[in-house]
Nanobody, 117 residues
């Protein structure tokens, strides 16, 4: 497994931007697919964006397409989530996760994103 620490959350007005970072420990970071999940109060945790080990493939949940961008820097053991045009419904705790053989099995502690209207 890999240890993950998120940062970059905060309070922002609707229409604003934030960039989340997820720093990973361990020398095998570049072998993992990575994902950003979010969990709003009363809702289940859901995948927002994902990126392959090389950064060549990405996935976005429909509601964030065109607004969020996932990227990674394997030299820095870091994955990012650039969030633009934020909406109040983006308010949630955001988690990064590393994908093992079958599933996401390493998780960060989460970072709160709050978007005010």
């Amino acid at each position: 497994q890999v240890q993950l620490v998120e940062s970059g959350g905060g309070l922002v007005q609707a229409g604003g931007s934030l960039r989340l970072s997820c720093a990973a420990s361990g020398r095998t970071f570049s072998r993992y697919g990575m994902g950003w999940f979010r969990q709003a109060p009363g809702k289940e945790r859901a995948l927002v964006a994902a990126i392959g080990w090389s950064g060549g493939s990405t996935y976005y949940e429909d509601s964030v397409k065109g607004r969020f961008t996932i990227s990674r820097d394997n030299a820095k053991n870091t994955v990012y989530l650039q969030m633009n045009s934020l909406k109040p419904e983006d308010t949630a705790v955001y988690y990064c996760a590393a994908k093992g053989t079958l599933e996401y099995d390493s998780w960060g502690q989460g970072t709160q994103v709050t978007v005010s209207s």
